[in-house]
């Protein structure tokens, strides 16, 4: 059974950044892609990046990400990043990493099977 452990969230000023680390426990071959969502307070859950695992390690990124989040995999360590630079105020949310056994990548929620419990990400102005 697949256990996600997300790692690295905490507090920074605006304009400052954040690194958050996603490490699976058996992680299986039939995985796909591996992504970050976050949720805010009052909001629905959001997908923000995703990566998938072979072929390339092709991304994608929420438009309001774009230029400032990345996503990185290390297949070695199976654990996959979230460098976030140029962080607002409109970031700040609980940020959740996810595994998906689908071979489409995309960052519609339901595509992912398994969860992380969530790392804490505030921006203060």
């Known amino acids: 059974q697949v256990q996600l452990v997300e790692s690295g969230g905490g507090s920074v000023q605006a304009g400052g950044s954040l690194r958050v680390s996603c490490s699976a426990s058996?992680?299986?071959?039939?995985?796909?892609?591996m992504g970050w969502f976050r949720q805010a307070p009052g909001k629905e859950r959001e997908g923000v990046a995703t990566?998938?695992?072979?072929?390339?390690?092709?991304?994608y990124y929420a438009d309001s990400v774009k230029g400032r989040f990345t996503i990185s995999l290390d297949n070695a360590k199976n654990t996959v990043y979230l460098q976030m630079n140029s962080l607002k105020p409109e970031d700040t949310a609980m940020y959740y990493c996810?595994?998906?056994?689908?071979?489409?990548?995309?960052?519609?929620?339901?595509?992912?099977?398994?969860w992380g419990q969530g790392t804490q990400v505030t921006v203060s102005s």
């Open positions: 058996g992680y299986s071959y039939i995985t796909k892609c």
């Open positions: 990566i998938r695992t072979s072929g390339g390690g092709g991304a």
């Open positions: 996810a595994l998906s056994f689908r071979n489409s990548c995309q960052l519609e929620e339901y595509k992912y099977a398994s």
